[in-house]
């Protein structure tokens, strides 16, 4: 059964680096034909995707975010990174990570970790 | 961007109703569509993909149907822990770029 976990500060100061780890288990990140995105959530709103890293490292982002965002994997302690710079208010959210296998939806979802940014 | 607009915003449904809820894509997604539940303080969790195909574990009273830019999900008879949030999700890009419905909340009638 693979799980994923988020970990990272809760609290951000405004204009930091938001850094997030996604650890999983159950299943080798490195292994083929899966996805490993990040999507958040505002509080009381609906779901965004923020972006992904393939197996293969390949990495693509939502373009409204592009310009902040860097995901990256660490194959050796099979866990995925979110990094968003510059956050402000407006970047306090819930962030799942979460599973897709190639030409399916999202299938496995950590558990959310709330991000507030403030000063 | 493919914008998921979903109907209604909320759902008032009597436990054993069946509830009827609607996603349309703003250009057509082919069948590559999902559906997941949300719970308060739950991460969304997988219901139906490919449009119509329930995922493990998902109860048969979970139907999906439609193509192309208009889908429906079908909960035949609810149940207590049915009432929850829903969103559809396209996922027919290439790359992948997904995107998200806002979301239809099934209450309590």
């Known amino acids: 059964q693979v799980q994923l976990q988020e970990s990272g500060p809760g609290l951000v100061k405004p204009s930091q680096t938001l850094s997030l780890t996604c650890t999983v288990s159950?299943?080798?990140?490195?292994?083929?034909?899966?996805?490993w995105s990040w999507i958040r959530q505002h509080p009381g709103k609906g779901l965004e995707w923020i972006g992904y890293?393939?197996?293969?490292?390949?990495?693509y982002y939502n373009p409204s975010l592009k310009s902040r965002v860097t995901i990256s994997v660490d194959t050796s302690k099979n866990q995925f990174s979110l990094k968003l710079s510059s956050v402000t208010a407006a970047d306090t959210a819930v962030y799942y990570c979460?599973?897709?296998?190639?030409?399916?939806?999202?299938?496995?979802w950590g558990q959310g970790t709330l991000v507030t940014v403030s000063s | 961007e493919i914008v998921m607009t979903q109907s209604p915003a909320t759902l008032s449904v009597s436990p054993g109703e069946r509830a009827t809820l609607s996603c349309r894509a703003s250009?057509?997604?082919?069948?590559?569509l999902a559906w997941y539940q949300q719970k308060p303080g739950q991460a969304p969790r997988l219901l139906i993909y490919?449009?119509?195909t329930r995922a493990t574990g998902i109860p048969a009273r979970f139907s999906g149907s439609g193509s192309g830019t208009e889908f429906t999900l079908t909960i035949s008879s609810l149940q207590s822990e049915d009432f929850a949030v829903y969103y559809c999700?396209?996922?027919?890009?290439?790359?992948?770029?997904?995107?998200f419905g806002q979301g239809t909340k099934v209450e309590i009638k």
């Open positions: 979460a599973r897709a296998p190639d030409g399916r939806p999202f299938d496995y």
């Open positions: 159950g299943g080798s990140i490195s292994s083929g034909g899966y996805y």
């Open positions: 890293i393939y197996y293969s490292g390949s990495t």
């Open positions: 250009q057509s997604v082919s069948s590559n």
């Open positions: 490919g449009a119509s």
């Open positions: 999700q396209q996922y027919n890009n290439w790359p992948p770029r997904w995107t």
